[in-house]
């Protein structure tokens, strides 16, 4: 009897086989692909940096001058917050923090904040969120200009107990039907300019860790 | 003989056995990702591809693949083929990529692959099989291409939008806003609305097939080739 001749080894290699041609398949592809995956990934950070802060106010390298933070004091969120830190001429120039609002309506909403060194919001945007579409949404740039509210903010402008939505009394619009979206948007800002205010000087002289984008 | 062979099996595919209309396969991502036609069409084309090399692969497999083993053989084929799938719309798609999300890698689990892997390219010769997983993949994409329009078209009241993430710059000029200051329907935009569109859309292919086989009888036309199953 040849052990081998038996249907259910001869079944199993060709399992096998069709194992090891579909991994080989794709550690090729994963090969093929993998560069370009990173520089996407990158290109896309870079965008979206670049949309707070125009790239003729800076000229360090963005992506690699980066500190990771972990303060649940400031940000009320276990996940660490990437701090992007722009110079001009080794000089600070701003901080780009990727802020987790953990009171979204529908859980996590992550969003980039950028603050000048003079304390002021460069800008705001959305990187992901699971808000309901139509309601909570339009915090995103591509539904409405609401996000763009927050450019020139800061802690004295409006005064601290001013930074919520006009429901709670505070300055910042919501949407009709939503209230809940846009407050977590604000107070993350608003955590984010105090962090950015408490640390200011101690967050442009840590070293960089190394430029892990994501 | 050939050609009419193809040519029904093309039938089958988009329209007599369509995985969306008729045969309801794939549901998930059918209702999942037709919030715009742009999404609709990439999820459409990415099964497609999927379909036509799952189905070729296993079609040439076939006199090798023992009864006990095809359905764990199938399985494996159609993981690398999404994989693979997944990884150059990463890389060459990446907008795209990230409006679809865990969709990609769903189409693993899109019943509509592995059924048409065991019912169809099991048994039959590559070309056939190659076609009829152009067909079943043309005829899903279509329906999730006309279940994007509707959404959109009710629930924002544009077309095409975001067709740059799927066809580069040029793409942003296809984009147009059919009812200029909409205000937006949010049932069509959320799942509950994918339900009501796809029950439309089903009952308007109900309806049609109803018709055209009552005027077939009434004018006593005998389709000798072209007998409807329903």
């Known amino acids: 009897m040849n052990a081998l001749a038996h249907p259910v080894i001869r079944s199993g290699f060709l399992l096998a086989l069709i194992a090891l041609f579909g991994t080989g398949l794709l550690a090729a592809v994963n090969e093929f692909t993998r560069e370009r995956i990173i520089e996407q990934e990158k290109q896309r950070t870079l965008n979206q940096l670049q949309q707070i802060i125009p ?10 001058d980066t500190i ?17 830190r722009a110079r001009m001429d080794d000089r600070p120039v701003a901080a780009l923090m990727t802020v ?12 980039l904040a950028g603050i000048g060194i003079d304390g002021t919001v460069l800008g705001v945007r959305i990187i992901s ?11 995103e740039l591509e539904r409405s200009d609401w996000i763009l509210g927050f450019t020139g903010k800061s802690l004295r402008n409006p005064d601290s107990r001013y930074w919520t939505v006009k429901k709670d009394g505070g300055q910042f619009d919501q949407f009709t039907g939503a209230t809940i979206s846009p407050r977590a948007v604000v ?28 | 003989m050939n050609t009419i062979k193809l040519k029904q099996i093309f039938a089958d595919g988009t329209w007599r056995q369509n995985t969306g209309l008729v045969v309801l396969l794939g549901l998930c991502p059918l209702l999942a990702v037709t919030n715009t036609v742009i999404n609709g069409l990439a999820l459409g084309l990415a099964t497609m591809l999927t379909l036509m090399v799952s189905n070729l692969s296993v079609s040439i497999l076939r006199g090798l693949l023992k009864p006990e083993i095809r359905i764990p053989a199938f399985v494996l084929i159609i993981a690398s083929v999404v994989t693979v799938v997944e990884l150059l719309m990463h890389a060459f798609l990446y907008d795209l990529f990230r409006v679809l999300g865990i969709f990609i890698p ?8 592995i059924g048409r892997a065991e019912a169809f390219a099991s048994r039959n010769a590559p070309l056939p099989s190659l076609m009829d997983g152009f067909a079943t993949g043309l005829g899903f994409c279509l329906t999730l291409v006309l279940l994007g329009a509707l959404r959109e078209l009710s629930g ?7 067709a740059d993430m799927l066809l580069g710059e040029w793409g942003s000029h296809l984009a147009v806003t059919i009812i200029p200051e909409y205000s937006g329907f949010l049932l069509a935009m959320l799942p509950a609305g994918a339900f009501f569109g796809l029950a439309l859309l089903i009952a308007a292919r109900n309806a049609w097939e109803t018709r055209t086989s009552e005027t077939q009888a009434q004018t006593g036309i005998t389709m000798v080739a072209k007998t409807h199953e329903t």
């Open chain 1, 100 to 111: 987790t609002a953990p009171d979204g309506y529908n859980g996590d909403i992550r969003l």
């Open chain 2, 156 to 162: 924002r009241g544009t077309l095409m939008s975001g």
């Open chain 1, 187 to 214: 107070r993350a800002v608003h955590n984010a300019l105090l962090y950015f205010e408490t640390n200011k000087r101690s967050l442009f002289d840590q070293p960089a860790e190394h430029g892990n984008t994501e």
């Open chain 2, 106 to 113: 769903l189409i693993v689990t899109n019943c509509a692959i």
């Open chain 1, 68 to 84: 990771e933070v972990n303060d649940t004091e400031f940000f009320h969120h276990r996940d660490a917050v990437t701090i992007y």
């Open chain 1, 129 to 139: 969120h699971r808000e309901t579409p139509g309601l909570g949404d339009p915090i």
């Open chain 1, 55 to 64: 790239t003729g106010k800076f000229n360090n390298d963005l992506l690699t």
